[in-house]
């Protein structure tokens, strides 16, 4: 069966088209844009007209890069939520419009467990936490009692939120974190910054305050090093409890935060130190993707779950828990 | 030395000091910290556990003595609590033992939350019984706060906790009622409760 799946819960839309033969996760293209700001966070209204505009032109693109025909669709699948408002409505609206004109069924797919699948697709990793990490959500997620469940969260801003706001303020342009990390490389000396885990949860706004009183008087190179020292050890830790919690042994990354090496680096110690495995897919299926829209929508067809046109409606608050896990 | 337990953060043993039989509690280093982040956090929550269990205690709780701390080791020192963690007793007890000792887990929390601390992980697997009194362990996540969101995030969590780990209903009721006979402000507290539980977060089970 093959999946054209579109994602577009924030900055990126994303087109993928993935085939499922057995447990097998074939990608035939995966396809995305992001929308940047000049200047300023994301603007939802902007952001949304970013994916009207891209939308055409990476379908085309998708479709040719996958070398099948559009009529060898079998199923379309796109982010129903949570995500930011607008940006929702115009990918469904995209994703109702392909399924009413190609008569194929539709499904709409959680974004944050979608994450979670494809890392278990292409990692081949069984029963994993997931440490979710991306410029809006942070949270820690694992498989329980029939449903995805999350364990910890943070308490106020995603991790990338706070890099982005951070990189703002000393004029990186956004997305900051992957400049901050080439910066902190740089970095040699640790300055304190306030270290905020409760429990299973972690928060970030006291840390960004504190770093930003730093700019004042030590090297930038020193500032990011120990943002994210400290920001990446709190979200080890919390991965941590909560794979003692859960007795569980393997640890996969998700969210386009996860595509720092210093993160990733971090983790993979944590992991081995409990004599546990650690997992992670490639950046472009860290970051917002279609083909993990596709690959979900996929394995929720396959548990029988469709959707009519009139369930479609996007969810800006659908929680992890929400989720009717038929395939599991 | 005979370790009893390691967790996610720290390893208990058992051991002779000075002639009684105590428990070591050690915050073990993390590879993944660099060396400074490691130090300090390990050094600052071995203080802060030690500092809240000698308060608790100053309040009147039951919790072990603390006897000595080593920082550069990142120990604490205390008193061994010889007898059954309440996890693993009170499901097979009397209903009217276990009546006694939810009334006892309801008021202690009271108390702790009147005199300023959130105890940061309540569950039953941190609470020891012995002799007939209840004694509290594992402060390692709590703080000082008068705040009623802190301490519903602290009962919500023992909820849970209850919920997840004992079949009987009426324990939790227990616990509850006791906690609002004994304190005055329970109400404002249970409304926060409440709230927790409608944000939907699963919180943990048994720790
Ligand atoms: N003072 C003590 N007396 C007796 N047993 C203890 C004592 N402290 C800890 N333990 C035992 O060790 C276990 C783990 O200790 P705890 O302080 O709760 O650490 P953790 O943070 O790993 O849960 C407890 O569940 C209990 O069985
Ligand atoms: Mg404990």
Redesign the pocket.
């Given at each position: 069966m093959i999946c054209l799946g579109i994602e577009g819960t924030a900055h990126t839309i994303g087109i993928g088209i993935v085939e499922k033969e057995g447990d097998n996760c074939k990608i035939l293209a995966n396809v995305f844009h992001m929308y940047k700001p000049d200047k300023g966070g994301i603007h939802p209204r902007e952001s949304a007209n970013h994916h009207t505009k891209y939308f055409p032109k990476i379908l085309e693109e998708s479709i040719e890069k996958s070398n099948i025909h559009i009529k060898e669709i079998d199923l379309i699948a796109f982010s129903i939520g949570p995500g930011l408002g607008p940006c929702l409505r115009t990918t469904a609206t995209a994703g109702r419009t392909l399924s009413l004109l190609l008569k194929k069924p539709i499904v709409g797919v959680n974004h944050c467990i979608s994450h979670l699948e494809i890392g278990r697709a292409l990692t081949k990793c069984s029963d994993p936490v997931l440490l979710y990490v991306s410029g809006g959500n942070t949270q820690v997620i694992a498989f329980m009692d029939g449903k995805y469940r999350v364990f910890g969260e943070t308490l106020d801003i995603g991790i990338g939120n706070c890099l982005d706001k951070f990189g703002r303020e000393v004029g990186i342009k956004f997305p900051a974190g992957p400049e901050i990390e080439r910066i902190a490389l740089r970095g040699k000396k640790y300055i304190q910054l306030p270290y905020s885990v409760k429990g299973m949860d972690v928060s970030f706004s006291g840390i960004l305050t504190a770093s930003l009183l730093l700019t004042k008087k030590e090297d930038i190179e020193d500032i990011c090093y120990s943002l994210q020292e400290t920001c990446f050890c709190m979200l080890a830790e919390v991965a941590e409890r909560a794979m003692a919690h859960t007795e569980k042994e393997e640890i996969l990354l998700g969210g386009g935060v996860a595509c720092n090496k210093r993160l990733q680096e971090i983790v993979k110690i944590m992991a081995e130190e409990r004599k546990a495995k650690f997992f992670c897919p490639p950046d472009e299926f860290l970051v917002d993707n279609g083909a993990m829209i596709a690959w979900t929508g996929l394995i929720m067809k396959e548990s029988g779950m469709e959707m009519s046109i009139d369930e479609t409606k996007v969810r800006q608050n659908y929680r992890t828990d929400e989720v009717d896990v038929k395939w599991r | 030395m005979e370790m009893?337990?390691k967790?996610?953060?720290?390893e208990?043993y058992i051991t002779e000091w000075k002639g009684r039989k105590i428990?070591i509690?050690r915050r073990i280093k993390k590879g993944y910290r660099i060396k400074e982040l490691d130090e300090k956090i390990r050094e600052q929550r071995t203080k802060k556990e030690a500092l809240l269990m000698m308060s608790a205690r100053k309040a009147g709780m039951s919790v072990?003595i603390i006897y000595d701390l080593h920082i550069n080791n990142k120990e604490i020192f205390?008193?061994?609590?010889?007898g059954e963690?309440i996890k693993d007793v009170i499901d097979g007890m009397e209903e009217e033992m276990q009546r006694k000792i939810c009334e006892e887990i309801g008021k202690s929390i009271a108390s702790l939350h009147k005199n300023g601390i959130i105890h940061g992980?309540i569950t039953t697997?941190?609470m020891?019984w012995m002799n007939d009194r209840l004694y509290f362990?594992?402060f390692?996540l709590g703080m000082k706060s008068r705040e009623n969101e802190d301490r519903g995030v602290d009962l919500h969590l023992l909820m849970e906790a209850f919920k997840a780990a004992h079949k009987n209903k009426n324990l939790f009721k227990w616990v509850f009622e006791a906690y609002k006979k004994n304190f005055e402000e329970s109400k404002e507290v249970i409304k926060k409760v409440d709230e927790i539980a409608r944000r939907g977060r699963y919180m943990r089970g048994v720790?």
């Open positions: - | 009893i337990k967790g996610a953060e720290a208990i428990v509690k072990p205390m008193q061994y609590i010889d963690r992980d697997s941190n020891i362990i594992d390692g720790a």
